[in-house]
């Protein structure tokens, strides 16, 4: 088992996993996603569409694990692991997951669904960091695709962190933001003040969507109470067909 760090510094990740399925579902590609996870040495990683369970695919893919994705890809390198299913359909369920290296204390799945069938959550997990007095409280994010339902689960999400989050403790959101309009950051600098990794070092978020040729901003790292924060640049390849959004990650010092 890899050692969990002792410092209050570690690498974070996130990436919707697009339920283990290359662009427009050509191929099935958790194994080859594992790796490439495993080989940007995240401490904490953010999962949005990762799959829990499946009926069907099994059946079709010779590789398909046994265990949930989620757990799948923590494998031995993360310890500790918790999802929430947002979408539950006959077949199955996906929803968010985090896997950390640090413990995870406690968690909670904030149902966010407004209305019709798209189903969203906001996973909140409060994560004891070695070295650090206060607890880290990580939510990973997953929002929708229509701008209305995006602005009132963004409301439900500051309702959360006011409710939930002590205004001096770390605090940690990343996922897919879905927000390519770019509004969520001034929203949540002004009322949470919550400042986005990617635009506080380079002045605008990065593009993440589609991940084979990025164009849309949609996917965010956002942080409170952080000593230094600062993004990491990952290579075009393998993650361009892994996904239909490419990956984030930076470094995080409490």
């Known amino acids: 088992m890899t050692p969990r760090p002792k410092t209050s510094s570690f690498r974070v990740l996130t990436v919707n996993t697009h339920k283990g399925f290359s662009f427009f579902n050509r191929k099935f590609i958790l194994h080859e996603l594992r790796e490439a996870v495993r080989g940007v040495g995240a401490d904490i990683v953010f ?79 409060v994560l004891h960091i070695p070295g650090c007095t206060k607890r880290l409280h990580a939510i990973c994010v997953h929002l929708g695709l229509r701008e209305s339902h995006r602005r009132k689960q963004l409301e439900l999400m500051l309702k959360i962190v006011e409710r939930d989050v002590p205004a001096d403790a770390p605090l940690l959101i990343a996922g897919d933001f879905n927000d390519w309009r770019v509004r969520a950051h001034s929203v949540l600098m002004r009322c949470a003040g919550l400042r986005e990794v990617f635009v506080h070092a380079n002045g605008r978020a990065a593009k993440t969507f589609p991940a084979h040729f990025p164009m849309l901003r949609l996917d965010r790292i956002y942080v409170r109470n952080a000593g230094v924060h600062k993004p990491l640049v990952l290579p075009r390849r393998p993650w361009s067909h892994l996904s239909d959004h490419a990956p984030l990650a930076a470094e995080i010092t409490l």
């Open 47 to 125: 999962l949005q569409e990762v799959l829990g369970t499946h009926a069907l695919h099994p059946g079709r893919h010779a590789n398909w694990p046994e265990a949930p994705h989620y757990e799948f890809l923590a494998d031995s390198i993360w310890s500790d692991f918790a999802y929430g299913r947002n979408a539950v359909y006959p077949s199955g369920h996906h929803g968010n997951a985090v896997l950390s290296k640090f413990p995870i204390e406690r968690y909670e799945n904030h149902d966010v669904s407004i209305s019709g069938p798209e189903k969203r959550g906001l996973l909140h997990c």
